[in-house]
DNA sequence: TCTGGGGTCCTAGGACCC
DNA sequence: TCTGGGGTCCTAGGACCC
């Protein structure tokens, strides 16, 4: 494989300071100043904070159960996940990146890569600076921006830009190289965007500590022991852009669906009833694409971190034909379940991945194998439109359960203050 | 009691073919 | 069944990201 590499581009790296955190912060004034944590799915651990709280030596992805006191004794604001309102938050967002650049690759739920190349060098701070005051202006985010010759800098400026928001108003140019050396020389090669835990020992086993010193290595070197992974990143901190911004409308390889119960559960049913929430969910994702998908998998697997029997598996199966539709797929897993399902133990979550998809239109039909009929194809488009119009799971297959016993705990989340009418804010 | 969920890309190794 | 080099395709697993 070889790196394909282009000169005398211009990227941008966008990003909003502890996003979650700003979020919740946007619809409530009286969090200002205040230290902020919003904890994982199930508010098992802590996945955003705030400076504030970050300032109380609060650790990101600590347990939350292991730091319930310390909060406590801080008066640190706590929330659960509410992935609707920042879903909607980060959309707002890109909009108005888009209004900015012509290519725009949304990179996570708070980052964007912008393509910026042909713009005025001179100009191009004060112009990230227009962005970030217009995306605070209309959403009330806060931004930093770093600006780069590479993908892999950009990320690195960026990351300068928010370690030093007040001396760099909170963007980073380093097209400059000069400027450019100097923060590489006192950035840590574990800090490299795509260098993880892993490669950084290897890095640092050869004595390679820093991000300028990976930069004057060897790529061929870098190569046998990072493979093409590595030599990549070189080539981006030499200012070498090898890694192309991707458009949005590329398709998705799998949809996966998965989650951890509220308590152990050991029952069969509960657990074929979760398994049915996820593939249905997956399904409406899958149909929203106008995708078909051929392979199903699924998993289950005890509590780790718990001293009880362990166990986990996965099986999966591949459909003849194509299908978006929730009940075959769901047939199709509870097939799976009885392969894999063995009772006695405590299980603690489990989940389904969708994947081999193809597009409705090019599908090849096998002679024998039933396609989904029109009959289906409707039933489905009625279960979505109605879904859609009066809220998720409104109308939904019997196999999902009604009780759900199982389901997460989300016990401190805030209201959907922008996409339910009955959770709009009110002011008095 | 209590430790996230959803993705991508790359490589090694097995199965199979001539 | 074995001999052997060379090739493709597929999958599982690792590493990484937010």
């Known amino acids: 494989m070889s790196i394909d590499i282009k000169t005398d581009k211009i990227f941008a790296m966008v990003d909003a300071n502890s996003f979650y955190c700003s979020c919740e912060r946007v619809f409530n004034p009286a969090l200002n100043g205040k230290p902020i944590v919003v904890l994982s799915n199930n508010d098992g651990c802590i996945v955003a904070i705030n400076d504030e709280a970050k300032a109380l030596g609060i650790p990101m992805g600590g347990p939350y159960f292991q730091l319930k006191e310390t909060l406590k004794k801080n008066q640190v604001q706590v929330f659960s996940s509410n992935y609707t309102l920042y879903g909607d938050m980060s959309s707002r967002m890109m909009d108005i990146l888009h209004l900015f650049a012509p290519k725009v690759e949304v990179y996570s739920i708070d980052e964007a890569f912008l393509d910026l190349t042909g713009s005025e060098q001179k100009k191009i701070t004060q112009y990230a600076q227009e962005i970030r005051q217009t995306i605070l202006r ?52 574990d800090k490299i965007w795509g260098v993880g835990y892993q490669s950084a020992r290897k890095l640092y086993s050869h004595k390679i500590n820093t ?30 852009s090898c890694i192309e911004l991707s458009n949005d409308q590329e398709e998705r390889q799998q949809i996966i669906s998965s989650r951890s119960f509220g308590k152990q559960v050991t029952l069969a ?19 929203k694409q106008n995708l078909l998908c051929q392979r199903i998998s699924i998993f289950l697997r005890t509590n780790p971190f718990k001293n009880t029997p362990q166990y986990q598996n ?97 016990q401190m989340k805030s209201p959907k203050y922008t996409t339910s009418w009955s959770e709009l804010i009110e002011v008095c």
Request: aromatic share 10%.
């Open 138 to 189: 209309h959403t009330g985010l806060p931004t930093c921006i770093g600006i780069a010759p590479s993908k892999v800098l950009a990320k690195i400026a960026n990351y300068n830009a928010k370690k030093n928001k007040i001396k760099t108003q909170g963007v980073t140019n380093l097209m400059d190289p000069d400027a450019c050396d100097f923060v590489l020389k006192n950035f840590p090669v």
């Open 211 to 240: 991000a300028y010193e990976l930069k004057q290595s060897d790529p061929e070197f870098i190569r046998k022991i990072l493979t093409i992974v590595g030599s990549r990143i070189v080539q981006e901190l030499r200012g070498l």
């Open 269 to 287: 049913s509960e657990i074929k009833e979760s398994l049915a929430n996820h593939i249905s969910s997956a399904a409406e994702k899958l149909r």
């Open 314 to 410: 996965s099986a999966s199966m591949d459909l003849l034909s194509g299908t978006a539709v929730t009940s075959k797929l769901i047939n199709c897993g509870f097939q799976l379940f009885e392969q894999i399902y063995k009772p006695g133990y405590e299980y603690k979550k489990c989940g389904i991945t969708l994947s081999n998809f193809n597009k409705k239109e090019n599908l090849q039909t096998d002679f024998f194998s039933k396609y989904d009929s029109f009959k289906e194809e409707n039933l489905m488009r009625v279960i979505d439109s109605i879904n859609k119009f009066h809220g998720r799971g409104t109308v939904k297959y019997a196999a999902c359960g009604i009780d759900q016993f199982w389901k997460m705990l989300s």
